[in-house]
């Protein structure tokens, strides 16, 4: 099968592809140059390469995106050429809703009769600041609605974004997928108390772990109030 992936990069769909080209896939990866989300104007200088048995192609962002006031609009690409368009894909994967490459290769798979699929990876979240739900809310009647409304399926990691599709399609287009793994780095693990070791911990003491991005969308700082009034109480670490 051919695979068209459009995503910006992140470790679990760098994952995704390396597993489906070691199953005899081929895989292309559509993205933008952009270096980091830190630095508009850091470019990726190799606009095309394979890595792992994954095509990689990038597109030039549009000049001087950098000074526009979203990412949507920082991101937006300088254009697809007719002779990539026309490639034969047997899917579309997409990885992020609010992305220009996610709207542009939504509507390029439904006009040549593609399924795409999308990742939904906390992009249905609502935005807490009221300018942020402005631009969502206008995302979602311009392009958001029509792009999970088409989707052969929507992609969820957990029962809560499932939820949240629900107004969007029907509960048999609603898949649980969780992340994936690279189990080949568990296999060498070290010595259980290194960790506590290293950071000074008690081996009577409790530790508190979260594990995930430091974001307001992952509520970590309640988990801080919380915890600030038991770490003495129950002699434990977060």
Known sequence: HRDLHSFPT???????????????????????????????????KKKNEEASGVKVIRFSRRKYGDKLPTKFLKLLIAGVDDSQEAMDFDIVHISEITHPLGVKYSSWARKLNIPYVISIFGNLSRPRSLPRQVLRNSFDFLWGRRMLKNASALLVQNPHEGELCTPYTSSGRIVPVLLPLDMASFQNLPSRGVFKEKYHIKENEKMILFLGRIHEYKGIQLLVEASAGLLNKLNCRL
């Open 10 to 44: 992140r470790r679990s769909s760098d994952l995704l592809g390396r597993e489906l080209a070691s199953r005899g896939h081929s895989v292309s990866v559509y993205t933008t140059d952009v270096l980091t989300i830190e630095n508009w104007k850091a470019r990726v």
